[in-house]
């Protein structure tokens, strides 16, 4: 014959009257997306798994103080935005630096419309690239995918035409001085760009790619001493910034997966100092801080807010007849039936302590908070545990307050009345619900 501590009763939940439907069910699961496409294939950026066990009320992670680690598609995004802001600097250098070599060269005299007219070309797609980078974090917000091919083809495109006028300049005067100074320039581009560019995945081998590209052609179309020479010295060259890039890439992405893995242990450190070790479920300081936010939120929307106070019945019984072990199953098993009886994902339980359980429901007021814990009483009242092949069945009291919180009260006499109405239920039978008298201070 199975022993009881409480008889069962119905499952059915009225519903609750001013719970507003309209607030969207909130994953509160630290979230990371799928590995982004442009990741350096040798410094994978895994997402970190996500936290086990009852999610619902662990995981309010507006009162968590640690950082959340950022995900790849934000790690994408900051490496777009750490490429602009190390080329900001570098923004305007084609057109300066066409009109001084040009002109210290007399090439301008020489070629006044090829001067001139590219140096307003440079100018222009200078100019594009700066206003376009001035709002690059808002763009990448809105539109991330067209925001990137913009930026990344802006960037290869200054680099093809910087490329093409060098090339220009060796096709139209060999052995000039403008010639030679503006291959300098471009491999000193390579060189800078290198250091600055050499981390984004999109940019590492197109930008130096695209500054040198048309020079090989032309000397490859032309192969004097000269042009091999200086194409041998330039592939030489290249080699050196694919290995050198590599360090900047490896620097750059370690850095950033050192930064996110000492976020997500600080997060999950948080977590773990936030949780209760038996229940899994969040402990008391987690209740404090998150009746703290909820009591400012409400004050600030005007909404109502309800605290239910659970305690098991006969607690004592039970560890005494059937062992502290079972006692802490009990307990597992009470808290899954108090979170899987939630609602909203807003609800939010806590272990208060002992066999003592803590229920906070938003946007709810006392009709509503009724209906809430008519459903948690049922739902303990269907736990069915087996003890050593004996069937045994638990019940709990609770006590219910509500109110519409104000700045100039504390929560603590929020708890404090649904406190007493726990000992009023204990006294008046256990098994039950007992609601607070109303708060008239509450308006």
């Known amino acids: 014959m199975p022993l009881h501590y409480g008889a069962r009763g119905p499952n059915g939940c009225s519903g609750r009257h001013i719970r507003d439907e309209t607030l969207k069910s909130r994953r509160t699961a630290t979230e990371i997306p799928d590995v982004i496409s442009e990741a350096p294939s040798s410094l994978p950026i895994d997402a970190p798994a996500a936290h086990s066990g009852p999610d619902r009320g662990a995981r309010s992670l507006h009162t968590l103080r640690s950082k959340a680690p950022v995900s790849d598609t934000e790690l994408a995004t900051q490496c777009v935005l750490d490429t602009a802001a190390r080329a900001s600097t570098a923004t305007f250098i084609y057109p300066g630096v066409w009109l001084a070599i040009t002109l210290a060269t007399g090439a301008s005299s020489q070629w006044p419309w090829l001067v001139w ?7 222009a797609l200078s100019l594009m690239r700066f206003l376009f980078n001035r709002d690059l974090a808002q763009r990448l917000a809105r539109r991330p995918q067209t925001a990137k091919r913009v930026f990344h083809s802006l960037s290869l495109v200054s680099a093809l035409y910087w490329g093409t006028l060098t090339a220009t300049t060796l096709v139209l005067a060999p052995a000039a001085p403008v010639s030679w100074a503006m291959l300098s320039m471009t491999a000193t581009m390579c060189a800078a760009g ?14 130096p790619l695209m500054l040198m590209l048309p020079v090989v052609v032309v000397q490859a179309l032309q192969p004097t001493r000269e042009n091999l020479l200086m194409l041998g010295l330039e592939l030489v060259f ?3 910034l694919v290995r050198s890039s590599a360090l900047v890439k490896a620097d750059y992405w370690n850095g950033r997966q050192a930064q996110r893995l000492a976020e997500l242990q600080a997060r999950e450190l948080e977590l773990a100092s936030l949780t209760d070790g038996l229940t899994q479920i969040p402990n008391r300081i987690h209740f404090d801080r998150q009746v703290k936010y909820e009591w400012s939120r409400q004050c600030r929307h005007g909404g109502h807010l309800s605290l239910l106070v659970v305690d098991l019945d006969h607690f004592k019984n039970i ?7 079972f006692g802490d199953t009990c307990l597992k098993r009470v808290a899954q039936a108090l979170q899987g009886a939630f609602g909203r994902s807003t609800d939010f339980a806590a272990r208060y302590g002992g ?7 938003p946007d709810t007021d006392e009709a509503g908070a009724q209906a ?5 009483l049922d739902a303990v009242r269907a736990l069915s545990l087996d003890a050593e092949g004996m069937e045994v069945r638990v019940t709990c009291s609770i006590g219910l307050a509500s109110t519409r919180p104000r700045h100039d009260q504390s929560p603590h006499a929020l708890i404090r009345r649904a406190d007493v109405a ?8 256990r098994n039950r619900v007992e609601v607070a008298p109303a708060d008239l201070t509450a308006g």
Do not use: I, Q
């Open 319 to 325: 560890n005494d007849s059937f062992g502290h072990p």
């Open 422 to 429: 726990l000992y009023d239920a204990k006294r008046g039978g």
């Open 372 to 376: 809430v814990a008519k459903h948690l």
């Open 355 to 361: 066999e003592e359980f803590v229920v906070l429901l």
């Open 117 to 123: 007219g590219n140096a307003a070309g440079l100018f």
């Open 238 to 240: 290249m080699g050196f």
């Open 194 to 207: 290198n250091t600055m560019l050499g981390f984004n995945p999109v940019l590492r081998y197109p930008y």
